[in-house]
């Protein structure tokens, strides 16, 4: 493979623009970054590409990335939280531009951790490992 060819897909956008256009996703607000005047009470999902790495040997870039999900109050967090979980792991098989994603795993289910810039929040958080090859 010619390495001056590779390009690495924005695995942020390849989330956000999966997720936004589900159904269970309507009136969810899912991008990469807070939407204005955003105070953590919004129904918003909040993509961000937190590590990884690329494996040469393997030609396949395994970034981990972390989801923000934010609810008007606890449980509506937590289903929307759970509704992003399933659909992330439908990822399987996508292409997206010049990249297959060929697996999806998560390293930490949703959780419960408090936004404590934005108190009036409620917040679940999910980390989940890609694997992305070249198409």
Do not use: C
């Amino acid at each position: 493979m010619n390495e001056a060819l590779l390009s690495f897909p924005d695995v942020e956008r390849l989330i956000v623009e999966n997720l936004k256009y589900r159904p269970e996703m309507a009136g969810v607000v899912v991008d990469n970054r807070p939407p204005s005047g955003f105070d953590g009470t919004q129904k918003v999902v909040l993509v961000s590409r937190t590590g990884g790495a690329w494996v040469d040997d393997l030609h396949l870039d395994q970034p981990l990335v972390e989801l923000e999900v934010y609810g008007p109050d606890k449980t509506t967090a937590h289903t929307v939280s759970l509704s992003v979980r399933a659909a992330l792991l439908q990822l399987r098989g996508t292409v997206y531009g010049t990249a297959v994603v060929t697996d999806v795993v998560e390293t930490e289910a949703v959780r419960w951790l408090p936004d404590y810039n934005r108190p009036a929040g409620n917040r679940y958080l999910t980390t989940v490992r890609f694997s992305l090859r070249p198409a």
